[in-house]
């Protein structure tokens, strides 16, 4: 198979889109509240639309792209957001806000089943592990980016002309004046737009899937839903993606309600360091999990997420605006190793299995529309306090899973070799 580093390039194209639209959301967050005037409770069902995509799409997307390819599971993906983008960017109200990302959210979950085997054998099997990590990176830096891009057009747009001429000023023209926070809605209309062309003009080499990239037969998830370590390991990815969207999509709303601090702008920040910094401890964790075995990397990061989080809660405003950057830190290693003690407990259909722990993408929907709920009726400090159990459910499983492969560990001094060629002195 002829590898090609433009389909490559495209791959981490695709995952600098999927990151740039789906955890925008923690931002924004804040303003729908103040533009559509909702409860706490009213504003969770905005995360609850988006991410209960996962929960209906992630299994039967794996069996669309068995039947139909990659390129038009690709190309559909990113007409439904599209469709989803320019809806809401046309008509933003909470209703159209409801079924816009509901819509956006069924495109991301196809676009994220459908990219790995393309990286895979664009790139190379050889490769694909430096490239899997590469694209974590590319999704991380959009993650970053796209709450600096959100706070630029907020404080630079205005609804009227004052905007002046070019990009901003066509916004600015396009959008209420009262909701300039739906610029970003146009922009990601023109960003799918551009990716359905590229995809129609661009030739995608042929994938053949690899059992444990396949839907698998239903008779594989009969089986697998009789395994209690399967419901176990669901409700760890259910916790981790909960937690994660927990902190992400209320951390500017709470800073703006306990500490005065302006979510357009030092609350975009907070979030766009929270993704940074879950990025940047990928790479962190990619080094401990070749010295130390990945349950007790697991216990020590969890522990120190609740910290962090008690400490981000209850702290001051300054100690609360960094610890809740390092809650993000401390839960990068958490989605990967929770996945790979997962599929090392099982012995057979991985790629059910995958499936099944993809579904459980769903926590970010049911945990932050809970985090609203119990806002909206203790505070929205008690509110994320819930998180604590979801942490905690995350930390219990470097207790009691028992991979039937521990991952490999070698010494300090062969690590080093094996990075730079050269002996530890």
Known sequence: MKRSMGIVLLVFLIFFVISFITNILGPLVPDIIKGFSLSLTLAGFLPFSFFVAYGVMSIPAGFLLDRFGQKPILIAAFVLAFAGSFLFASIPTFTVALISLFMIGVGMTMLQVAINPLLRVAGGEENFAFYSVAAQL???SASFLSPHVYSYLVTNLHG???????VLGLLARLVPSDLPWVSLYWVFTVVTLAMILVLFVVRLPKVELKEDEKAGAASSYRELLKDRYVWLFFFGIFAYVGTEQGVANWVSRFLETYHGL????????????????????????LVLLKLIDAR??????????????????????GVSYIAFMMVGFFL???WSVIFSLALNSVAEHHGSFSGILC??????AVVSALVGLLGDHFG????????FVSMGYILSIGFWAKPLIDNAIVSPAELWRSLTGRKAR
């Open 138 to 140: 590319v999704f991380g």
């Open 160 to 166: 009227d002309e004052t905007a002046g001429g070019g």
């Open 262 to 285: 302006d979510p357009q702008v030092e609350g975009a920040r907070v979030v766009s360091y929270f993704w940074g910094l879950l990025t940047a401890g990928c790479l962190l964790g």
């Open 296 to 317: 007790k990397v697991l216990v020590w990061f969890s522990a120190a997420a609740m910290i962090s989080l008690g400490v981000a809660l209850f702290g001051s405003t």
């Open 332 to 334: 990068s290693v958490m």
């Open 359 to 364: 579904t459980g993408i769903v926590g970010g």
């Open 380 to 387: 929205l400090r008690v509110g994320m306090t819930v998180l």
